[in-house]
């Protein structure tokens, strides 16, 4: 028995000299606040993402949304890599930031949908978004990005299910154009609720079937420390199931 030893997971994390970070999400903030309002927006606004709405697009002619969303994309993709560099520029234990969700926007809006499948527009994601990846892999910067709080794969309602395997499928795209120069082997991206490698979306929608559905659905009526499970985590599902 006294030759038996027992690893904690502060052990193990300490034994593979993992950095402990902190971060921020999203949006850059300068750190003189007290500058007037029009500086600080010439500061910030190249390190952050721009969007759109769906009622805006919705009331111009299909040329100018059209336009407009590749701007944002041009934009977006050239600020991620900014942001990337300048968290790469600070002190190891805060070199981690989470990217937004509106990288793209309405790229899952049944409406707008078609122009993110444009041929000339994933080739201009994809190699855009390869810099940022080879960006925070050259800075080690650990990269993160997330669904939104309305994705519910454990909905009893079919469409709320599809449209939430749909965020989950946007994301993971993303992500897998960062990880494009090195392969998902090295890629320092990854999603909460994800795992670190980057695996290809199969034709067979993330692999949730109707039978994992069910399972999950059942999940919630389980009873943790007497307390009913009224929603399944987000964080518990992981990309490739």
């Not at 509106?102 to 707008?112: H, K, S, V």
């Amino acid at each position: 028995m006294n030759d038996l030893k027992f690893t904690t997971c502060g052990d193990y994390l300490a034994d593979q000299q993992v950095t402990k970070r902190i971060g921020f999400a999203c949006k850059y903030l300068h750190y003189k606040q007290n500058q007037p309002k029009k500086l600080l927006e010439e500061l910030q606004r190249p390190l952050t993402e721009r969007s759109t709405t769906v009622a805006w697009l919705n009331r111009q002619t299909r040329d100018v949304a059209e336009e407009r969303m590749w701007d944002i994309m041009v934009h977006n993709a050239a600020a991620a890599k900014r942001l990337v560099e300048y968290v790469g520029s600070l002190p190891p234990e805060l070199r981690m930031v989470r990217l937004g969700s509106n990288q793209l926007p309405c790229y899952t809006q049944r409406d707008w949908s078609y122009f993110w499948q444009r041929p000339d527009v994933i080739a201009y994601g994809e190699r855009e978004y390869a810099k940022v990846g080879e960006a925070a892999r050259a800075l080690d910067v650990r990269l993160s990005m997330h669904p939104g709080q309305f994705c519910v794969l454990a909905s009893d309602n079919d469409e709320i299910v599809e449209r939430s395997i749909e965020e989950f499928e946007y994301h993971a795209n993303l992500i897998r154009w960062m990880a494009t120069a090195s392969h998902s082997k090295t890629s320092s991206a990854t999603s909460t609720s994800a795992v670190a490698k980057v695996q290809p979306v199969s034709a067979t929608r993330l692999n949730v079937s109707r039978q994992k559905q069910e399972t999950l659905l059942q999940s919630k009526t389980t009873k943790t420390n007497g307390v009913s499970n009224t929603r399944l985590s987000l964080q518990t599902i992981s990309l490739w199931c």
